[in-house]
């Protein structure tokens, strides 16, 4: 709730509105207030309850190929062509049911979500599969490293195969997903995202094998998250 001030006595220093047409999270309003004769600066906040489902999107089969064929104009050639990730999705929907797909607004504050993809070229997915233990195994990494359990799964792009490999991850293993992407289309390197924009770090950040080899990195920035990760995979072939 709001604290009541008469506005004739108070001098708006500060507001923040958002955009128009969108419902903002937070209002925030600096004024300053003449109390006992002094003047005062005080900070009024309203905040808005977290966003209530009322309906439960899914993906599924149809929802896939529409993706697909959204990824593969949005990548624009990058992350390689989305019909071998597809399939993968696919398979994984048709096996353990369609992912909820939810709203970053419908996300608690405290949850741990995770971008979830593939490194490499994806050519190789023609020769090489994926093993399938892969999901479970970097979900029980970062659940251990940062002693909670992982809440959902993102993409980190838009394009190319890893706008698909999220929903496999997240129906194999029964999580939602949330529908954002790191930069909406593909990039050819790691620190391309706007969360670097923004100052996240990409580490630690787990990565593994169809073999069984997993490692942890913990880098300096994210420029050295990609080179450290780029060696790794290729040793892994």
């Not at 599924?60 to 190929?65: A, M, P, T, V």
């Not at 954002?180 to 050819?188: E, I, L």
């Amino acid at each position: 709730s709001v604290k009541k001030f008469d506005i004739r006595k108070c001098r708006v220093k500060h507001l923040w509105l958002c955009p128009k047409g969108q419902k903002p999270k937070v209002f925030f309003c600096a004024v300053r207030q003449f109390i006992g004769g002094k003047e005062r600066d005080i900070l009024f906040v309203k905040s808005k309850k977290r966003k209530e489902r009322k309906t439960v999107r899914k993906i599924g089969l149809q929802e896939i190929e529409d993706i697909a064929l959204g990824a593969a104009l949005l990548g624009a050639g990058g992350g390689g062509d989305p019909y071998i990730g597809k399939w993968v999705a696919i398979g994984a929907v048709k096996e353990c049911g369609p992912v909820d797909l939810l709203d970053p607004e419908e996300v608690p504050d405290d949850a741990l979500v995770i971008p979830i993809a593939m490194m490499g070229a994806p050519t190789v997915l023609g020769e090489k599969g994926i093993g399938g233990r892969e999901y479970k195994t970097l979900y029980e990494m970062v659940s251990r490293f940062y002693g909670k359990e992982i809440y959902a799964f993102m993409p980190i792009e838009a394009g190319g195969v890893n706008s698909m490999l999220p929903i496999a991850a997240s129906a194999r293993l029964g999580l939602p997903m949330v529908d954002a992407d790191g930069m909406g289309r593909a990039f050819p390197e790691l620190q391309m995202v706007t969360f670097t924009i923004g100052g996240i770090s990409a580490s630690p950040m787990a990565l593994t094998d169809e073999k069984g080899n997993s490692v942890i990195f913990q880098t300096v920035t994210n420029h050295w998250t990609e080179e450290l990760a780029r060696a790794v995979t290729m040793s892994c072939g």
